[in-house]
């Protein structure tokens, strides 16, 4: 089984954590989601890994095929932005986030 670490004590393939996702994605949903929107909700996540995860995390926002909202925190570098790209090519493909397909 493939394990990635990105922050301490998480594994995100383990059980409890994909549990915590689901709940998440099933309370989580907008009625519309605008690309307004995309930029407030990039900017609070960028403001809460800030305070969170202090190593730098990158964040996407795909609207439509379109990249709507972006951003590499220092500590960040290509790496991030190639991964982010297999993440969401592994989506498009198979209709399900990386890290269910453990």
């Known amino acids: 089984m493939f394990v990635e670490k990105k922050a301490p004590n998480i594994e995100y393939c383990d059980s409890e ?9 099933e309370k989580l949903r907008f009625d519309s989601f605008t690309k307004t929107d995309a930029l407030k909700v990039g900017n609070l996540i960028c403001e809460r890994a800030e305070k969170e995860y202090p190593e730098g995390v990158s964040v996407k926002i795909i609207l ?11 500590g960040t570098g290509t790496r991030n932005d190639w991964y982010m790209g297999c993440k969401y090519h592994t989506f498009l493909k198979t209709g399900k986030a990386r890290f269910y397909l453990c």
């Open 17 to 25: 954590w994909l549990a915590i996702v689901r709940e998440q994605e």
């Open 64 to 74: 439509a095929g379109i990249t709507v909202f972006f951003h590499m925190m220092e």
